[in-house]
Each structure stands twice: as C-alpha cells, then as structure tokens.
C-alpha cells in the first residue's frame, strides 16, 4: 500500500508528535508499504492565521504521486487532519486546544473580541467537516477520544501508539526523579522543582529543552545543584536516564497522551502524576504503577520521599507498568490504521 | 463578547418567554448577556438577539429594535402576518403593511392588502395568515437566523433568505420530581393542554373522543387552556354529549401544568393550519415520557416516529385520531420511554445553550475572520498571477474555513 502520513510541523521544534509520525512511517515500511511523511509548517498565530494554515492542508492533492495513486493517507494532528483524501484515517493525537479544553485558561489564545471568538468557532467547524470525512478516526488516549465526543459530537475509537524507539533498559537507580519533557508552563516542571526545594533529599535530572528553560532556571537556584538540566540529549544517553532513575515525573496540564509514561515503563520505572494530569492517569495507577497525587509541591515532596524509601514497592509499581507498556505495539497499531 | 437579548419575559404570558426564561440561565454561563427592555434605551453589545414571534403586543417592540439595528432573529414560527398587521395597520401606517404585502406577493399582495385595508376582503391574519406569512419584513433584517425546525428553515430559504441559518432545537426544561395531580382522574385519562381553538383542532379531537369513549367509557378528556371568543367549547361538549366525559379547565400556571401532565395517560397536542411555529406543550410532554399524539404536519412533522404518533390532517383524521388514542393507551410505556430518551438527546438544555453561544459567536465576528482569511488567500492568488479567486474561496467554504 503506498500511504502518506500527515503531520503539521512546528519548524525548530521537535517533540513526542515529530517522534510519533516518524515512527509511524518507519513502521509502515517495516511491514513493506510505501511510507511518506507529508509535512508543512505550523503556525497558529496571531488571530485567524491558524485558518490560512488548515486552507493550505486543504488545498494538498494527496489521491496521487508521480502518477501512481496514494492508497490511504493517515492524518495526525490539526491542521495536517484537514487534509482531503478519499481513504482518510485520523489518528489524532491533539486538536488545536487552544479553540477546546484552553479557551479561556491561561494557555488560550483567543480573547473574547467577537473576530477572535468567531475564529475558534471556525477551528470547531473545520474540525467537524475535516473529521467528519475520514473513514476512520482514532485518538490515542481517552482523554482525545472524550474531548472529540463532547465538543464536536465525533467517536472515535481508541488506539494508543507505541513509545519511540529506544534501548529501553532497567539498572540499579541512583536516587533522583527524571523529568522528561518539552520546558513549557503547560508541562508544571516548576513543581516539581518547588518539591526538591521542601524535600531536602530530592535530587531532580530535567532533560528537554523550551522556552521556559530560563524561568526554571532561577527556580531551581539555590538547591546546591540538586536540581540539574541536561538539555536535549541523545537518544542512548535518554535510555540511560530513564535506566538509572528512582521514578519518573510527569505531569502537564490535562494531557492528551504523553509517551514518556510508556518509555518510563519499558525502563521499569513508576510514574509520579497528578489528578488532573488526564491522558497519564490511563495508565499511570495511584500504587499500582506510579504515584498519583494532587498538583501542588507539597504532596509531590511527599510522594518522591516516599519512592526514595520504599525502593521495593517503587520496583514493583515499575514492573507493572512494563508489562501494560509491552502491549501497545506497532502491530496492532498499524492493524487497525489499516483495516 | 455582549449579547443584548431581545425577548419577552416572564411575567408575560407567552410561550416565549418562557422560552427565555429557560435559556437565559444556561446562556449567561457561555456568553456575556444583556437583556433589552420595552421603551429603555438599546444596550450596548456586539450583537443584538432578537426573539420574534407572531403577537404584536409581545413582539411588536423587538421588531422595532431589529428595524433599527439588524442582529440575529429567532424566528419562533414562520408566519408573522398577525405581528405584522399589528406593528402596521394596528399602529396607523397601512402603507407599510402594503409594503409587506408586495415584498410577499408583488402588485398581488399590494391590491390585496388594499382589500383588506378596504373592509373589501376578510382580515388576512385572521382568515388564512398561512398563506401570506409576511415574514420577509424580519428575514429582510436578520443577519442570522435561528429556527427550531427544518420546516422553517426550508420555508426562509425558499421566500429568499441567504445569510447564516441555525437550526437550534426548542430546549427541554430540566426534570425534577413531578407529582401526578390527583384531582383528575380517568381510565384512560387523555390530556390536551393549551389555548384552545379551530387551529389546534378541538373539534377534530371531542368527534374521535366521543367514539373513543364508547368502547373505553370511563375515559376522560382533560383540556386545559383559555378558549378564543369565537370557539364555544362547551357548547360543542353538550352537542357530542361529552359533557360528563370532558374536563374543563382555564389556564393553569406552570407548575399546575406539570402535575397535570403527568396524571395524563396521554396527551394529544393536533395543529392546522401550521404557521412554522413548535410547541411548549409538546416538549414537556416528551420530557414527561408521555405518548404523545401529534398532526402530521411543520416542525410536528419532524419528530421521531418512535416518539409520537402523528395523525395526517386529512379526510381520515378522525378516525385515525381515534385508532391512535388507543394505540397510545396500549404502547405507553414504549412511546414515553422513547419520547424521553429522544428529549434527552436532542434537546438538552446544555445543548441548546452551547449551539446559540456558537452561533451568536459566528455571527458577531464571522464576517472579519471570513475577510482576513480570503483577503490573504486572494492576495497569495493575486502574487501567483490569479486574481479570479472564485475557485480558492469555494475550496475555503467547502472545507468550512470560512462561509
């Protein structure tokens, strides 16, 4: 089958989604399709900007290439969705949320002016004629799978994908709790560099890079070096941190899915989550395979302290949540996307 | 974003403002609301709501403020010629109610309204207001509409109305727990609940009840409602000797209504002519789970055939009225129990607040995100030597990027 992936792309930046789409395609061809990512810049603002970006999608003819037909084409995130193709299949891994779930929190970005308002309703709309034309939708967590249902009436089956590819390892930990993320507010790495700073045994290893790099910077001042940043690190040296943490901290804002949860538990490490941290908590269980606490620096002090003295139960938490990470396969993804 | 909403409200008694009463509630948690007053100065806002409806006394002031300024209308039914009448001869301009006349029908309606205006011809909102509406007064200054059924929509479409159209379903009111009256009783007990007269087809109704109640003779028919002037209710009772068999009752206020309702095994809401209108009644009869008897007929007509059972206004009508009372009385569980899960479905409060906050939203500021998206589109066209942008602007409202 020669198959087209979508994927919008957000020029200098590269995270779980970039990792996803590229993994989608090297498992296509794995299995013998002819695979392509299909890509092209995002940007989202100022004001209605973010429609001229879903127009050009719109205006990609993918039924062929070089003569030959493209078969299927497999979309994953606004606006890359808004792709037209008569064997569309949306595996969505976000909508633009800023027009959903952010409107009207801190991480909106439409005021109440009737042009900005009137703009969000025009991303509810596209999304409803954009999805609403594939013949198949996935979301890849229930978090996605609910946010379709309640705002715009869609259904879509679940179909969690398979962390990137890493040489995913278990070693003795060496006491600190790894955060593994894109350094922006939405992800709160600011709590847990507030709990290092009320847990005085708390060492903390940050790898990622973002714009909030700086500001938790200042935050993490003053703990004698028991909170360090490793930037963007290479995909061995990520395996090797994963390897030798105490747990794993992962906790933004309602998020969708999030693979460092998987990647965690095909290190065998336990996840520390919070209550609102959404897609996390479909696997992350409060003692069952991580921590799972209220958001504030307190409770997550609380909670790092109590994996630091209870290796036991931390390593069997790990354990259990390998063995849910080992059942989400390219197998059964590309099964589904191309059934 | 300010709304300022134009409706009658409560303690007017209107169906509309009732309405209104409902939503405003459910409205003011999505969208900043200001509500218009008769006589006080219009509220400032970004766009104006106005509810229309066909009673002159309760709507003839909100036409006033649309004429004014344009907004999104409410079109609660389809034919306004009684509203029109009233805010034209009623207020001493009958040139402008032959204005309306020959925006409907041409020089026609124009020598017709002189007709009328003559005392040559029979009030026209009074005698056959179905087949002059005079809607196009309103839909002439709506830059949005919003209407309950496809049938209105349909007919706003046809007399010529292009901009943004909703269809937005009447919404059901929240269900607390309602105690069936217990001062009525009958078996069955059949419920016909309000103003009664020719249009909701009363006589229709005591001729298929008469028969009915020969075989089932202890059924009851409970009509609850003010009668019009010309409509002699009891009169026709006497004649059909229903007189044991009927109870009558006055308008009831709202709770009343409720617990009346629900001591009804079950309730018949028939209309013809239709004038595009939906009925009160009949969403808290759905609401209530009660099977439900309807004229096959405009928004009625729209209902699910599962829900309700519908009557064709023809020459069978009365017996097919009769057939379906029983078959009402033997499926009522079923009828009600897919009566309440339809009202669940479709016409959730929540719902309806959430689709009138978008398209107030849509209607406010569409047009500027509709420019600022073409013009970039025509100006890339425009570089790349296009400047017939027709083809990109059809590829944008195809996909839904702008209308």
């Given at each position: ?339 | ?12 008694r209107s169906g509309?403002?009732d ?34 409806g066909n009673d ?20 609660h039914e389809y034919v306004?010629h009684h ?39 029979p009030l026209l909102w009074e005698t056959q207001p179905e087949r ?16 309950h059924s496809?049938y ?18 009447h919404?059901a009111w929240?269900m607390?727990?309602i105690e069936p009256a217990a001062d009525v009783a009958g078996d069955p007990l059949i419920g016909c609940f309000g103003f009664l007269n020719m249009n909701k087809r009363i006589p229709q109704l005591l001729e298929a009840f008469a028969s009915f109640r020969r075989n089932r003779p202890g059924a009851r028919l409970l009509l609850a409602g003010g009668s019009g002037e010309r409509f002699d209710v009891d009169r026709r009772l006497e004649r059909l000797g229903l007189t044991d068999g009927v109870v009558r009752m006055d308008y009831v206020p709202e709770e009343r209504m409720w617990s009346l309702m629900a001591a009804c095994d079950v309730l018949v809401n028939l209309r013809y002519p239709t004038m595009g209108e939906t009925s009160g009644s009949v969403i808290r009869a759905l609401s209530l789970g009660r099977p439900l008897i309807v004229s096959d007929v405009g928004w009625f007509s729209e209902l699910p055939d599962d829900a309700v059972l519908k009557i064709p206004v023809d020459e069978y009508e009365v017996a097919m009225l009769e057939a379906a009372l029983a078959l009402a009385v033997e499926h009522g569980s079923q009828l009600g129990a897919a009566a309440r899960a339809y009202v669940?479905?479709?016409h ?56």
């Amino acid at each position: 089958m020669r198959i087209a992936v979508c994927a919008p792309q957000v020029p200098f930046v590269r995270g779980g989604a970039e990792l996803m789409a590229d993994d989608l395609v090297r498992a296509l061809r794995d299995r013998d399709h002819e695979a392509e990512l299909v890509t092209m810049p995002f940007t989202w603002y100022p004001g209605t900007r973010v429609l001229d970006q879903a127009f050009l999608w719109r205006l990609v003819d993918l039924t062929e290439s070089d003569g030959r037909p493209i078969d299927r084409v497999i979309a994953t995130k606004f606006p890359a969705y808004c792709v037209r193709h008569p064997n569309k299949v949306a595996w969505v891994l976000h909508q633009f949320r800023q027009a959903y779930d952010y409107d009207r929190t801190e991480l909106g970005q439409f005021s109440e002016s009737p042009e900005d308002r009137a703009t969000r309703r025009a991303v509810e709309r596209l999304d409803g004629v954009a999805l609403g034309e594939a013949r198949r939708v996935f979301a890849t967590s229930r978090n996605v799978a609910d946010r379709l249902r309640r705002f715009n009436d869609i259904e879509a089956e679940l179909l969690p994908h398979p962390p990137q590819t890493l040489d995913y390892r278990t070693a003795e930990q060496e006491g600190y709790v790894l955060s593994v993320n894109r350094l922006d507010r939405a992800k709160r790495i600011d709590l847990l560099i507030e709990a290092a700073r009320s847990e005085p045994g708390l060492r903390v290893v940050i790898a990622g890079e973002g714009p909030d790099r700086e500001r938790l910077e200042r935050l993490a001042s003053g703990l004698d070096g028991r909170v360090t940043f490793s930037g963007r690190v290479d995909d061995a040296t990520l395996a090797d941190l994963y390897a030798r943490s105490l747990a794993v901290y992962y906790a933004p804002v309602d998020e969708d899915f999030g693979m460092v949860p998987y990647e965690a538990f095909l290190s065998a490490k336990p996840v520390l989550t919070t209550h609102d941290a959404g897609g996390p908590l479909e696997v992350v269980h409060d003692r069952e395979t991580g921590l799972v606490v209220a958001p504030g620096a307190a409770p997550l002090a609380e909670a790092c302290a109590y994996l630091g003295s209870h290796a036991d139960e931390a390593k069997a938490w790990g354990l259990a949540g390998k063995s849910i990470a080992e059942r989400v396969t390219w197998d059964a993804c590309v099964d589904a996307l191309l059934s | 974003m300010k709304v300022a909403y134009y409706s009658p409200l409560p303690p007017s008694r209107s169906g509309i403002a009732d309405y209104s009463a409902l939503l405003l509630p459910a409205l003011r948690e999505r969208i900043d609301v200001v509500t218009a007053q008769p006589g006080k100065r219009a509220p400032d806002a970004d766009i104006a709501l106005y509810h229309v409806g066909n009673d002159p006394d309760a709507h003839g002031w909100i036409v006033d403020a649309l004429l004014q300024r344009r907004g999104v209308v409410v079109l609660h039914e389809y034919v306004l010629h009684h509203l029109i009448a009233g805010i034209t001869i009623g207020r001493r301009k009958p040139r402008a109610y032959l204005d309306a006349m020959e925006r409907e029908l041409g020089v026609a309606g124009r020598l017709l309204g002189l007709g009328v205006l003559d005392n040559l011809l029979p009030l026209l909102w009074e005698t056959q207001p179905e087949r002059f509406p005079l809607s196009g007064v309103v839909l002439d200054a709506a830059d949005g509409l919003i209407v309950h059924s496809n049938y209105v929509a349909q007919r706003a479409r046809d007399a010529g109305y292009q901009g943004r159209l909703w269809r937005i379903p009447h919404p059901a009111w929240p269900m607390g727990a309602i105690e069936p009256a217990a001062d009525v009783a009958g078996d069955p007990l059949i419920g016909c609940f309000g103003f009664l007269n020719m249009n909701k087809r009363i006589p229709q109704l005591l001729e298929a009840f008469a028969s009915f109640r020969r075989n089932r003779p202890g059924a009851r028919l409970l009509l609850a409602g003010g009668s019009g002037e010309r409509f002699d209710v009891d009169r026709r009772l006497e004649r059909l000797g229903l007189t044991d068999g009927v109870v009558r009752m006055d308008y009831v206020p709202e709770e009343r209504m409720w617990s009346l309702m629900a001591a009804c095994d079950v309730l018949v809401n028939l209309r013809y002519p239709t004038m595009g209108e939906t009925s009160g009644s009949v969403i808290r009869a759905l609401s209530l789970g009660r099977p439900l008897i309807v004229s096959d007929v405009g928004w009625f007509s729209e209902l699910p055939d599962d829900a309700v059972l519908k009557i064709p206004v023809d020459e069978y009508e009365v017996a097919m009225l009769e057939a379906a009372l029983a078959l009402a009385v033997e499926h009522g569980s079923q009828l009600g129990a897919a009566a309440r899960a339809y009202v669940e479905r479709e016409h959730s409060l929540s719902k309806v607040a959430d689709a009138y906050a978008a398209a107030l939203e849509v209607a406010a500021g569409g047009d500027a995100v509709d420019d600022a998206v073409l013009l970039r589109i025509a100006e890339a066209a425009h570089d790349v030597g296009i400047d017939d942008v027709g083809a990109l602007a059809r590829a944008a409202i195809d996909s839904g990027i702008v209308r």
